[in-house]
């Protein structure tokens, strides 16, 4: 679960950074 977090959090710093 630990590295789904990870990588949701990554996914939304795309976004924003989009």
């Avoid at 590295?3 to 996914?11: A, D, E, H, I």
Wanted: proline content about 0%; hydrophobic content about 40%.
């Amino acid at each position: 679960a630990e590295g789904v977090y990870n990588q949701r959090l990554q996914n939304l710093a795309v976004t924003l950074d989009k």
